[in-house]
């Protein structure tokens, strides 16, 4: 896809300085929609529809300067509707064009996952810094990282990998962290199914599963309006996770199946629990995995 602008910063007039401090930071001004620069270019457009086409289509990167009053005026609201749809359309890869940045300590919007991280200022250079390989992350050219910003990251990204591939082989501390971690996988999912069941007036109910094991396993099996769902916490040793994924299967009439998903347990180096593909792509927060599942299953009730 197209991009317009790499970049679109919404934010309070109250912080318009640091607007213009990040832009000027970055360099190639063309390449970032900032309203207090582009000013000129949307005086005689309708405002709404350029700020919404702006933060859901053009930009190929966002960041929120978050603060209380933010989405209470004119046109943050505008570009905090745009801005929360687009996020909740992207949650399925965990790695959103979105960033928030908080600059207060304003409780964060409801919609945003419990596990969602904010960036803080503390320096503004390494916001700029993140700024850079989160755009160069989602294809962006116009604001390269520096050989050295490069370096860092591959260095502590591939530290943090071998020390929690040590870990995997022999961990008991670990093994029971997974096996608990899955067992919140499948409450969040029954919970959310069962919400959303009460709500809308749908089919909802448990089926009663036996596994024989010392180990505890998370097991789900539960039937959803038309369709059933099945977890299963497939551990295979009390101190290691080698190996040991979760399985979930959307089926229907226990035989034609829907969607299926293996995912392995990981710990992100923000201490984040969560899941990942069996090639260790894709990382995605218990909650997360629980958006996931959940909008596939509405996405196959609706076909």
Known sequence: MDYKYDLAISLLDEDVQLGWDIVNKLGNPDKIFFYRKDVDDITFSNGVNVFSEIFANQARFVLVLYREKYGNTDWTA???????????KTIKTDNSPILFCKL??????TWLPETYLYHKIDKLDDLVRLLRKKITDHGGISFPQTAEERLKLNLAKKKYEESFKNKVFHSQE?????RSEAANLKSKLYLKLEKVAKENNLLFREKTEHIGSNIPIAILNVTFDSISIFLKDNQVATNSIEGAFVEIIIHKNNQRILKKYKKKYYITSNN??????????NFLSTDGLVEVIFQDIVDVISI
Do not use: T
């Open 272 to 281: 984040i629990e969560g899941w990942r593909n069996m090639n260790d792509s």
């Open 78 to 88: 505008i570009e905090y509707s745009v801005i929360q749809e687009r996020f909740k």
């Open 104 to 109: 207060d300590n304003a409780p964060k919007p």
């Open 174 to 178: 670990l093994a029971d962290q997974a």
